[in-house]
């Protein structure tokens, strides 16, 4: 066994002598390019919505995989797990392949299912350990390593970073059945590409090594390289660039001066709707950006269905003002939530409550203070009520009993009413189609009340 990689050793030392071991190992690297298709016939590559069925990612040497695609979309992919379960470790464990990963360290969804049914894992989890990493964001990058400055150039704003940890592996068992042997742990060895202004790794290369203390052996995993998504090109354009510059493909001549000189009416004609199409994805896009803020606005509506405490006390306010109501400013915020005078001229003073629980005795209490407090020190006079969010981790069609009777009992005797967030949210709704009668619903508000 030693001879025999003795002779490998040599044949390679030879190799490097006359300059073309590197260049000759390269050529003969199958490259796999999942996420995009590039058609091209040097490259098997396959977009992530034509994956096949049969593809064995240990049928190749050098694997390419870009998740800003589904990063983008937001959706992951039913066969994403197939693809990284089958034969992977053949892969994993071939020193002389090389694995690149492009994208932001995150959960995906990785089989069918809607919403919180699909099954989310992190996109690490195929690997022999899960690497540990933080969800961040700057612009600063430094220390990049020599032969990975060309993509780096391409990152003006970084996502996330890794710690230098990973956790606890839940794969040995799997990996011995593959290896053939008892493998009992797992080590890690990363080489930072880029750091960030802390000294966090922004891409990494790093290796995994398992170990048997049974046979006293161990196994290395093959070259595992993670980069950042580009920000300031297109995923697919980074893929190629990648693959210029790592695998020496797409070599062209650069363009001579005088060329742009030379037309084709044709190609002049396509230049044309290139230029126009991109006029109006600027408009497009003016356009997207106004509709956005408007979108952000707006989704404070949605506030009154779940939140608690201050941003649904300003979520309330908003909605108040909305449905024709006029804010009074509370000076003291140690006193009542709200003040309002109704379409109808009726003074409200109200208490703002939001409780995972139903309502409370305490909260009719502290309206009554408020209450008591403003006709002692200002002669004040007119109708007092809660606008609650009770049971409010509940889906609201689904909320039942969020007054007990006893309490109920009490808001009757104290003459106070309770007006639900989820009331105010359906008054909007029909506000906006044209059915919200304002004088009259808050008329009936007022008449379950005792004004002072």
Not at 70 to 76: A, T
Not at 134 to 148: F, K, L, M, P, W
Not at 235 to 253: G, Q, V
């Amino acid at each position: 066994m030693r001879l025999r990689i003795k002779k490998e050793a040599n044949k390679n030392s030879a190799g490097s002598e006359n300059g073309h071991a590197t260049r000759e190992s390269e050529d003969r690297k199958k490259i796999l390019v999942i996420g995009h298709d590039l058609c091209l016939r040097r490259i098997t590559s396959f977009s992530w919505d034509s994956l096949p069925k049969n593809l064995n990612i240990a049928d190749f040497n050098a694997v390419i995989i870009d998740f800003s695609p589904l990063q983008r979309d937001k959706v992951g992919h039913p066969e994403l797990n197939k693809v990284f379960t089958k034969n992977r470790w053949n892969l994993m464990f071939n020193t002389r392949a090389e694995v690149v990963l492009v994208g932001v360290a995150a959960n995906m969804r990785m089989s069918k299912g809607e919403g919180i049914y699909g099954q989310y894992k992190e996109l690490t989890s195929w690997l022999p350990a899960s690497l540990k990493y933080t969800s961040a964001s700057g612009d600063t990058i430094r220390n990049v390593r020599e032969g990975y400055s060309f993509y780096f150039k391409l990152v003006t704003c970084w996502q996330f970073y890794f710690d230098k940890a990973f956790y606890k592996s839940e794969s040995l068992e799997e990996i011995s059945k593959a290896l053939s042997i008892l493998v009992d742990d797992i080590s890690m060895i990363e080489e930072p590409l880029a750091r960030n202004v802390y000294g966090k790794s922004l891409g990494c290369k790093f290796n995994f090594e398992v170990k048997s203390s049974r046979c006293r052996s161990t196994r290395k995993t093959c070259d595992i390289i993670w980069l950042p998504p580009a920000t300031s090109v297109d995923s697919i354009d980074a893929i190629r660039l990648l693959l210029k510059e790592k695998y020496d493909l797409f070599s062209e001549s650069h363009r001579p001066i005088w060329l742009s000189g030379s037309s084709m009416p044709s190609i002049d004609k396509l230049k044309k709707k290139i230029e126009d199409i991109e006029q109006k994805a600027i408009s497009l896009s003016q356009e997207k950006t106004k509709f956005m803020s408007t979108l952000r606005d707006r989704e404070y509506l949605f506030d009154l269905l779940f939140e608690q405490g201050d941003v649904l006390e300003n979520a309330v306010r908003k909605v108040l003002a909305e449905l024709g109501c006029q804010i009074i400013p509370v000076s003291n915020k140690s006193q009542e939530d709200a003040r309002f005078i109704d379409p109808n001229g009726m003074n409200w003073i109200c208490e703002i409550k939001g409780r995972k629980t139903q309502l409370k005795r305490v909260d009719i209490r502290q309206l009554d203070d408020w209450l008591k407090q403003a006709m002692l020190n200002e002669n004040w006079k007119g109708c007092a009520c809660i606008i609650g969010n009770y049971l409010c981790e509940i889906q609201p069609s689904n909320r039942q009993e969020i007054v007990s009777d006893n309490e109920r009992t009490a808001l009757e005797r104290f003459g106070f009413t309770l007006i639900e967030t989820t009331a105010l949210f359906e008054c909007v709704k029909n506000m906006e189609s044209s059915t919200y009668d304002a004088k009259n619903y808050w008329a009936k508000a007022a008449q379950k009340t005792k004004p002072s």
